[in-house]
């Protein structure tokens, strides 16, 4: 007699969960390894007297 579909589906569900854990533990890492400039002045941004928004703050 032939095995149930529902316990293949069950392995395969379960598999991806797996997967999908591992990928995010290893998502997680890769970030905790390399952080991104969170810095105040690499996030500000400036208006120029145009109303365009500039990277460098303007002269006064």
């Known amino acids: 007699m032939a095995k149930s579909q529902a316990t293949f589906m069950k392995k395969q569900l379960e ?11 290893q ?16 996030m500000m941004a400036y208006v120029n ?6 990277s460098t703050p303007p002269e006064k």
């Open 27 to 42: 998502r997680k890492q890769e970030r905790k390894d390399n952080p991104g400039s969170s810095d105040l002045d690499s």
């Open 15 to 25: 598999k991806n969960r797996q997967k999908k854990k591992e990928d995010k533990a």
């Open 49 to 54: 007297e145009f109303g365009e928004i500039t």
